[in-house]
C-alpha cells in the first residue's frame, strides 16, 4: 500500500515498547499515516512482528531491541534512527512496566525498577531525540502515562510516582521545547486490555468495569487513535497537556 497524501508521510517516528500491546497498535496507527518506524523494545522477535504489520502500510520500518533504562543505548539508537531514516519528527515513549505491592511490603529494587523504566528511561529517550527533533518543522513527543497518575491506587504506589512524573516532564519540555514548534503532551490511558492487565483478577475487572462511564474496557486502538491524531499537523497547537484516554474512569464514580 503506497504512503502517498497521507497525514504523516515522509515523518520519522520513534515508538518505543512496540513489541506487543499499546506499543503494537500505536506502531500500526503511525504506519497508516504513512510515518516510517523506529521500533524499540527488548523482544527482537515480537519487534519483527510489529515490523511486518507497519510495512504492510508502506513505510520503512527498523527494530532497535534495547533495555530502555541503559543511557548509551538509547542515545545510540536515536543517532542510528536519525542516520538511517533521515532524520526524526516523532517520538512516542510509550515502554513501561509494573512491580505492583502495597508500600509496607514494596522492595526498593521494585521502586527503583519502576522508576527507572517508566520515567528515567523517557528523560533518556526526550534528551537523546530533543536536537533532531527541534530541526522537523513537525516535532511530536508523546509520553504514555496512566490515569493511576492522576487518581493514585492502592498497591502502585511506584507506578503512579513515576507516571505522575511524566505529567511534569511533559509540560516543561513543552515549555523547553515550543519554540521550535516541537509540541510535548501525555495521554492517560485507563484500563487497557493488554499483557499488563491480562493477569489482573476477574474482581479488578469488574470493579473496574463499573467505574467506566463508556461501560467497556479499553482496547490498544483507543490509545493509538488519540497518539496519531496528536502527531498530526491538526493538533499543531496542542501542547503540555495530559489527556485522559480511559472512557471516563478517572471523573470518579458513575451514576
Ligand atoms: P505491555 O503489553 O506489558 O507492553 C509493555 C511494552 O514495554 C512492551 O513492548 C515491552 O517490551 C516494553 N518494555 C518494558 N520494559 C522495557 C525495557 N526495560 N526496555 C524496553 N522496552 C520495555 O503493556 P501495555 O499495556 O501495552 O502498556 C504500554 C504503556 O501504556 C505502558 O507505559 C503502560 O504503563 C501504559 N498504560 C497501560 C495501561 C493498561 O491498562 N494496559 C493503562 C495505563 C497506562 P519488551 O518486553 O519486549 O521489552
Known amino acids: 500500500m503506497s504512503s502517498e497524501g497521507k497525514s504523516l508521510q515522509g515523518r520519522v517516528a520513534i515508538v518505543t515498547g512496540a513489541s506487543r500491546g ?54 545510540g539508537a536515536v543517532e542510528q ?48 531525540a530533543a536536537r533532531p527533533l527541534r530541526k522537523s518543522a513537525h516535532g511530536r513527543i508523546i509520553n504514555v502515562s496512566s490515569i493511576v497518575g492522576i487518581i493514585g491506587n492502592a498497591g502502585q504506589a511506584n507506578y503512579a510516582s513515576a507516571k505522575a512524573g511524566l505529567f511534569g516532564l511533559t509540560r516543561s519540555l513543552a515549555k523547553e521545547l515550543g519554540g521550535k514548534g516541537t509540541t510535548v503532551n501525555a495521554v492517560a490511558p485507563g484500563f487497557i486490555e493488554t499483557d499488563m492487565t491480562a493477569s489482573l483478577p476477574q474482581e479488578i475487572r469488574d470493579n473496574s468495569l463499573k467505574s467506566i462511564p463508556v461501560q467497556r474496557l479499553g482496547v490498544p486502538r483507543d490509545i493509538a487513535e488519540v497518539v496519531g491524531f496528536l502527531c498530526e499537523d491538526g493538533a499543531a497547537y496542542v501542547t503540555g497537556t495530559v489527556l485522559p484516554v480511559d472512557g471516563g474512569m478517572s471523573l470518579g464514580s458513575v451514576g
Open 81 to 128: 534512527v536519525t542516520a538511517e531514516l533521515g532524520g526524526l519528527d516523532i517520538l512516542v515513549n510509550n515502554a513501561g512496566l509494573t512491580r505492583d505491592g502495597l508500600l509496607m511490603r514494596m522492595s526498593e529494587e521494585d521502586w527503583t525498577q519502576v522508576l527507572d523504566v517508566d520515567l528515567k528511561a523517557v528523560f533518556y529517550f526526550c534528551r537523546a
Open 22 to 75: 499499546i506499543g503494537r497498535a500505536i506502531a500500526e496507527s503511525l504506519a497508516q499515516r504513512g510515518a516510517d518506524l523506529a521500533l524499540v523494545a527488548r523482544n527482537e522477535e515480537a519487534l519483527n512482528e510489529t515490523r511486518a504489520l507497519a510495512e504492510q502500510s508502506g513505510v520503512r520500518a527498523l527494530t532497535l531491541p534495547l533495555d530502555v533504562s541503559d543511557a548509551d543505548a538509547v542515545k
